[in-house]
């Protein structure tokens, strides 16, 4: 089969976090010759649309979650149960459509935590790929769970797991460790490995090096292919022309008033704050965090979504408007890319911990929930390119006086220039991952080959 005879379905699970990675996956597998579509809910496609490079186009595909816009499900439960209802079915209805196209679907690619996808795919006659959005350490500690060869609740202080470091309670995924916070959530993620093993193969967005000793543990046991970092590749190998943003950020709010307030600071000057989409910090700990950036006299650009800005203290903005910036929004890459960051405090989600490793900045990490605990462990224990806020108090929160300190720690001190050190190395690897034959690039040409073959 010709390349360009070949035809796969991309399909994410539809939150930002989730499609940003398999839409830049999808941009990969369309540089090489493939026709790529990707299915996605409604509120996605125009964003994805109006961002498309005629270089390398990805057709896509609107997909029904079961509520008209405006209405929001009732539970977290009756979400995943009314989308899962209602994709499955507008899934068959659309590769059946396919079907009778010039070029039927060949192979789907779905989120992992979709694992009916699968499912649908076998019922239609097709193979198909889980992509796993989490590092391959977080997927490693899932599937021991969900096969039962941890015991929950957990005994004693510490985890251990093949080919990883011993992991305090605390450096667990929260839904481990906490298991009565989000049940259906962690249904969710324990699901992925129900079939999994009836799969083509495992896409992780992670790369080798980054990963080793666990890459080569799951390699060891499943067809494991690493395929990230997934960013826009003007920021790793410049392969892909004109390939510098995901297709959904928000609206560009403040784009030039952040790049131009960057400008006007010296090189590694600002402590970039952000903490994602999704985290939302109480009104008690958006206080200690303003003053604790307050208190460390560094400038800094904190990004403050709308519906958060109320919990800022009284006349935060005006007083430290001579040292900080404070938006709602930014263009998160070309802020990492620029010469007076520093560091990046996050709740280091694996998107955010990927940019700022690829990028080469040092991170600050305060992790919130989900999988943000073992990924703050990795960072600054194992690649030795962050500073962790240390355990907060009995009321969850992390001190301003703490805050202050870490700041000082990876600005100003002798460990912040060996995170700058190791920050650099790990850039250099990233982009050696998906330059042509890197490893990643090597596992993408390889998984292409596999569906013209099959």
Known sequence: MERSDAHILVF?????????????????????????????????????????????????????????????????????????????????????????????????????????????????????????????????????????????????????FPSMPLLGINDLPSFISDMDSYPSLLRLVLGRFSNFRKAKCLLINTFDMLEAEVVKWMGSQWPVKTIGPTIPSMYLDRRLEDDKDYGLSPLNLNVDACITWLDARDTGSVVYVSFGSLASLGEEQMEELAWGLKRSNDYFLWVVRELEEQKLPSKFIEDTADKGLVVRWCPQLDVLAHKAVGCFMTHCGWNSTLEALSLGVPMLVMPQWTDQMTNAKFVADVWGVGVRVKAPDEKGIVKREEIEECIREAMEGERGKEMKRNAERWKELAKEAVTEGGSSDKNIEEFVKEILCS
């Open 12 to 160: 994410p699970y539809p939150v930002t976090g989730h499609v940003n990675p398999m839409l830049q996956f999808s941009k990969r597998l369309a540089s090489m010759g493939l026709r790529v579509t990707l299915v996605t809910t409604q509120p996605n496609t125009k964003p994805i649309e109006e961002a498309q490079s005629n270089n390398y186009p990805i057709h896509i595909e609107p997909i029904s979650d079961g509520f008209q816009p405006g209405e929001k499900a009732q539970s977290v439960e009756a979400y995943l149960e009314k989308f899962q209802k209602v994709a499955s079915q507008s899934l068959a209805q659309l590769v059946e459509k396919l079907a009778r196209s010039e070029r039927p679907i060949k192979f789907i690619v779905y989120d992992s935590v979709m694992p009916w996808a699968l499912d649908t795919a076998e019922e239609l006659g097709l193979d198909g790929a889980p992509f796993y959005t989490q590092s391959c350490a977080v997927s490693a500690i899932y599937y021991h769970v969900s096969q039962g060869m941890m015991k929950i609740p957990i005994e004693g202080k510490t985890a251990s």
